[in-house]
């Protein structure tokens, strides 16, 4: 599968982004999906999951209550609408697929800046 990661841009404390990821490739729905984020001179941080069928999702503590991930099968996508953005949210937002063997893909990175 090949990932392009969308929507990333530059934005103002309490503001809202959409950032979405397009799959290619057959079986979109056997992947678990995931976005993590890295901050400039950091670790690559978690920041949400969602299940194949979109049955369950996970979210990192710092993201909770803030940020809603989705995906849609049909269109081979998967969103992660970002509200009440922090400058703490800065960095680049990746995707992520995981098969069923625990193989993972990443895209390329989307850039997400908050200012304060």
């Known amino acids: 599968v090949q990932l392009q990661a969308s929507g990333g841009g530059l934005v103002q404390t309490g503001g809202s982004l959409r950032l979405s990821c397009a799959a290619s490739g057959p079986n979109f729905s056997s992947y678990g999906m995931a976005w993590f984020r890295q901050a400039a001179g950091k670790e690559r941080e978690f920041v949400s999951a969602?299940?194949?069928?979109?049955?369950?999702?996970l979210y990192g503590d710092s993201v909770t209550g803030r940020f809603t991930m989705s995906r849609d099968n049909a269109k081979n996508a998967v969103y992660l609408q970002m509200n009440s953005m922090k400058p703490e949210d800065t960095g680049v937002y990746y995707c992520?697929?995981?098969?069923?063997?625990?193989?993972?893909?990443w895209g390329q990175g989307t850039q997400v800046t908050v200012s304060s």
């Open positions: 992520n697929a995981r098969d069923g063997a625990a193989e993972d893909y």
């Open positions: 969602i299940r194949r069928s979109a049955e369950r999702t």
